[in-house]
């Protein structure tokens, strides 16, 4: 199930020349929050974007919209976690954008591939009672 866990509000700086999201903007929101997500998931500050596949813009936004990142784990690989990602607009209800498949590899402190260790999602409150 898709969890949404960030909103953000377009802003004027946000924008392109056609007054809509400016998409390298979006795509820079998106790289952060599955970065953050996978930080968490893995338990490690180290983590970097390897790979993203097709991006498919479906509509946009506009000044003031609130739009929400959705991300779920595809797979947990040796080293890396694979993510699936959908981002929409909460006032039009539409798909802005969805990403299939983006693979965040975990790093050692010399920057080479680690093993993490991990299986399944792991939520805070259940760290909290480890």
Not at 26 to 47: G, M, R, T
Not at 56 to 71: H, L
Request: hydrophobic share 40%; charged share 30%.
């Amino acid at each position: 199930m898709m969890r949404f866990h960030t909103r953000k509000w377009v802003k004027p700086e946000d924008l392109n020349p056609n007054g809509t999201l400016f998409g390298g903007r979006l795509l820079a929101w998106i790289d952060e929050e599955v970065a953050l997500y996978s930080i968490i998931q893995l338990e490690n500050a180290k983590v970097v974007t390897k790979h993203m596949s097709e991006i498919n813009f479906r509509s946009s936004a506009k000044p003031g919209d609130i739009v929400e990142i959705g991300i779920d784990v595809v797979k947990f690989g040796h080293t890396s976690i694979t993510l699936t990602c959908e981002v929409r607009n909460i006032m039009t209800r539409e798909t802005i954008i969805s990403v299939d498949s983006i693979t965040m590899v975990n790093l050692s402190d010399d920057g080479k591939p680690l093993a993490h260790g991990k299986t399944k999602i792991e939520y805070v409150k259940d760290r909290l009672e480890r």
